[in-house]
């Protein structure tokens, strides 16, 4: 499986992004989907997962404004952001589990200014 993610880019505090996350393989052994980012100096921080029964779940610092979503006929994960904070500049990076092994997208570059 490879993951090809985009949709980042350069958007004033309180603006929106949606990033993408396209598998280039079956996806059907694809337990779950989650975005992680990593800040300039930080850690890799998880932002949110979805199930493959498409139950969601976030990190406490974007619930209410990130939503995770996924179109299974075109093997895409996605990632609404909105309300978006400075502090949420980062590089975004998508994974996919599997019984195997996880698999991680190349990461997106998402800046926010204030």
């Known amino acids: 499986v490879q993951l090809q993610a985009s949709g980042g880019g350069l958007v004033q505090a309180g603006g929106s992004l949606r990033l993408s996350c396209a598998a280039s393989?079956?996806?059907?052994?694809?337990?779950?989907g989650a975005w992680y980012r990593q800040a300039p100096g930080k850690r890799r921080e998880w932002v949110a997962v979805?199930?493959?029964?498409?139950?969601?779940d976030y990190g406490d610092s974007v619930k209410g404004r990130f939503t995770l979503s996924r179109d299974k006929a075109r093997k895409t994960l996605y990632l609404q952001m909105n309300n978006l904070k400075p502090e949420d500049t980062a590089v975004y990076y998508c994974?996919?589990?599997?019984?195997?092994?996880?698999?991680w997208g190349q990461g997106t570059q998402v800046t926010v200014s204030s």
């Open positions: 393989a079956n996806t059907f052994r694809i337990n779950t």
């Open positions: 979805i199930s493959s029964g498409g139950s969601t």
């Open positions: 994974k996919a589990t599997t019984p195997y092994r996880d698999y």
